[in-house]
């Protein structure tokens, strides 16, 4: 099977204490972990040890990604491709970050860093294995299931497009083509949704955004209130895309890493044809509803 989903962000903060009271209070992560200069945190569906790690740094940006994999084989197998294309590729022992097994670490042609790992520890969520309610009671501010999808910026979309496709398997569901033919953005999945990482035209190893799931438009909604209300810098929404069809608002934590929330899109067969968008309806493409892209939504992070 291979890769088949999201398994964790690492995000750098030049404020641990303020970041981790945001993800926790705002967004409504749990906590599981903490070192001197981490944190590490989980959806409250997740079973997972951990999602998101929020790691001390003076700049914020990406640290690393990784995605997981459904056997230990897998990790061999992408290791040879992985050299074969010409990466370097490192393996990184069990235990080296809280909860994760083996797993292996190599920089992308598009300058970020990414791991692929099998094993990881199963802390479970916050519900009894026997007659659990829908959801605890103990919920605070927006409270997502899980980690969703990352999005991705590069100089040269279609190379990194070519690799994540050739190399680790991804499957392109939608793509925004420039004028000239060349694409200015790709969506690719590995879990049958319309995107589990979205690459874009920007800087060489830029981070845009990462995602949280949402269960449905009026979860959308109650997440605006939540950051209205705590005064949050909210970039677009609520609204839609024309690309994955989903429900979104993008919004900032205190270092500058852009967030989103995002509900709905479509389930993607592995042998369906990708969609595609064309320059001309880039704004309707982002933003189904305004027609248009605002100023801030360009800017990245590297």
């Not at 040890?49 to 700049?59: C, I, K, T």
């Not at 005064?231 to 993008?250: E, L, Q, W």
């Not at 592995?270 to 892209?293: H, L, V």
Request: with cysteine.
């Amino acid at each position: 099977m291979g890769i088949f989903r999201l398994g964790h962000v690492e995000v750098r903060v030049p404020d641990l204490e303020l970041a981790a009271a945001y993800y926790t209070e705002v967004l409504g992560l749990v906590e599981v972990a903490r070192e001197p200069e981490r944190v590490y945190l989980k959806c409250w569906d997740e079973h997972d040890h951990h999602s998101v790690v929020l790691r001390y740094a003076p700049r914020y940006g990406l640290d690393h990604a990784m995605y997981k994999c459904d056997s230990p084989d897998d990790l061999a197998y992408y290791e040879q491709r992985l050299e074969a294309y010409g990466c370097i590729v490192g393996r990184v022992p069990a235990g080296e970050e809280p909860g994760m097994g083996e797993g292996i670490r190599f920089a992308t042609p598009t300058g970020h860093q990414l791991e692929l790992v099998h094993k990881v520890e199963k802390v479970g969520n916050l519900l009894p294995k026997t007659n659990p309610p829908p959801a605890p009671l103990s919920l605070v501010g927006i409270h997502p299931p899980r980690i969703d999808h990352l999005f991705l910026t590069c100089e040269s979309v279609d190379d990194a497009t070519d690799f994540f496709m050739g190399v680790l398997d991804f499957r392109l569901t939608e793509q925004l083509l420039a004028r000239d033919g060349h694409r200015l953005g790709s969506w690719l999945e590995r879990s049958h949704s319309p995107h589990d990482l979205a690459l874009v035209t920007g800087p060489q190893g830029g981070l845009h955004h990462f995602a949280f799931w949402l269960d449905d438009w009026n979860a959308v909604r109650t997440a605006a209130d939540i950051l209205a209300y705590h005064g949050v810098r909210i970039d677009m929404g609520p609204t839609r895309h024309g690309i994955t069809r989903g429900y979104t608002i993008y919004f900032f934590d205190p270092a500058g890493n852009r967030n989103e929330v995002f509900t709905g899109g479509y389930w993607h067969d592995p042998d369906a044809e990708p969609i595609t968008w064309t320059e001309d309806q880039m704004g309707k493409a982002i933003f189904y509803y305004e027609g248009a892209i605002n100023e801030e939504f360009l800017t990245v992070h590297s």
